[in-house]
């Protein structure tokens, strides 16, 4: 069993290949209650989140960084109501009565990883197994809500797989150029999001990698090339202690 807080790029590695490899079996052999389609989601998914808490750690360590210093929150952020949308409204009588209350208006937001720095909160990250652009709208709305209630947080997407077409399954190359669409809908947000991808290929739907027969393997470059985008984002909070 890997330290939690000191963990290796092997122990990605292994992690990887012992939870996609199992999730298929587990997901047969479990109560039928659930559905395996939704098994297989939910285990791909919770991959996802504890590799990406792997790579940050290394990141961090890598730079130096107290373990001590760095934490995973979870629980619900607060989004509060823009005060012009309250400015804006025609009935006066709802406008008043928003304003006598407004600290009850809020919008409960999760975010799938959120790296902090002494408490405080620096990167917010979306885990996918694979993300197309029809997904890409809600992580994008999602990501401009937590802007609201935490403009200076670094929004990042990490996913296992790329169906947002382009190149952003060719992971190894030196700039990524994205794909039209993907730019399109992102251009209408205000937000500055970094998308990561560990596994090289488009996601093809009849080709599952938790399928013994189309299984991806998790690259230890792939793995380095997260790791050092992390070291760059995290760089700057190192200083700050």
Not at 3 to 19: A, E, F, G, M
Not at 96 to 109: E, G, S
Not at 210 to 215: A, G, L, V, Y
Request: charged share 30%.
């Amino acid at each position: 069993m890997d330290d939690k807080t000191n963990p290796t790029i092997q122990d990605v590695i292994k992690t990887y290949n012992l939870l996609v490899k199992g999730i298929d079996a587990e997901a047969r052999v479990a109560d039928l209650s659930r559905a395996y389609g939704g098994m297989v989601r939910s285990g791909k998914g919770e991959l996802v989140e504890d590799i990406t808490q792997k790579i940050v750690r290394i990141a961090w360590r890598n730079l130096g960084g107290d373990q001590e210093r760095i934490s995973f929150e979870k629980g619900t952020i607060k989004v509060p109501i823009k005060r012009d949308y309250i400015d804006k409204l025609e009935d006066e009588e709802v406008r008043q009565y928003i304003l006598d209350n407004i600290n009850k208006y809020t919008y409960q937001l999760k975010t799938d990883v959120r790296v902090c720095i002494d408490k405080k909160f620096v990167i917010g990250i979306e885990c996918k197994a694979y993300t197309e652009n029809a997904m890409m709208k809600r992580i994008m709305v999602d990501f401009m809500f937590l802007k609201g209630a935490h403009p200076n947080v670094q929004a990042v997407l990490l996913q296992l797989e790329s169906q947002l077409g382009g190149d952003y399954s060719n992971i190894f190359q030196e700039v990524t150029m994205g794909s039209r669409p993907t730019h399109t809908i992102m251009s209408y947000f205000d937000v500055n999001l970094l998308i990561i991808t560990l596994i090289e290929g488009d996601r093809k739907v009849d080709q599952p990698i938790h399928k013994k027969e189309t299984f991806k393997g998790l690259k230890e470059q792939s793995i380095i090339k997260a790791v050092q985008t992390f070291e760059d984002l995290l760089r700057q909070h190192i200083k700050q202690h």
